[in-house]
Nanobody, 122 residues
Framework: QVQLVESGGGPVQAGGSLRLSCAASGGTFSTYVMAWFRQAPGKERVIVARISWSGRNTYYADSVKGRFTISRDNAKNTVLLQMNSLKPDDTAVYYC???????????????WGQGTQVTVSS
């Protein structure tokens, strides 16, 4: 079993930056594909970014390309999401997720954190 704990969310003004962190425990971190998803009120949970086991392969949703960066540190069992140039549309609960395959659907991820709220004001 893998436990995931997110941190770093909060309120921010449009154009600002936040860095989300996800700490993993209880498993072999380097064997998991890691991803960030987000869910806005009344909307489905969608992928934001995904990173492969080694960190060499990344995927970004079109809506965040060029603004967000996902990274991981397998020695520290952490995955980060650097979010720059934030927009009000980025407001959502952000979830860290771990899975075994390079997928972008939420159904393909086995372990989830509790989520952290990001609120971007205009």
């Amino acid at each position: 079993q893998v436990q995931l704990v997110e941190s770093g969310g909060g309120p921010v003004q449009a154009g600002g930056s936040l860095r989300l962190s996800c700490a993993a425990s209880g498993g072999t971190f380097s064997t998991y594909v890691m991803a960030w998803f987000r869910q806005a009120p009344g909307k489905e949970r969608v992928i934001v970014a995904r990173i492969s086991w080694s960190g060499r392969n990344t995927y970004y949703a079109d809506s965040v390309k060029g603004r967000f960066t996902i990274s991981r540190d397998n020695a520290k069992n952490t995955v980060l999401l650097q979010m720059n140039s934030l927009k009000p549309d980025d407001t959502a609960v952000y979830y860290c997720a771990a899975g075994s395959r390079l997928q972008i659907r939420s159904e393909d991820y086995d372990y989830w954190g509790q989520g952290t709220q990001v609120t971007v004001s205009s």
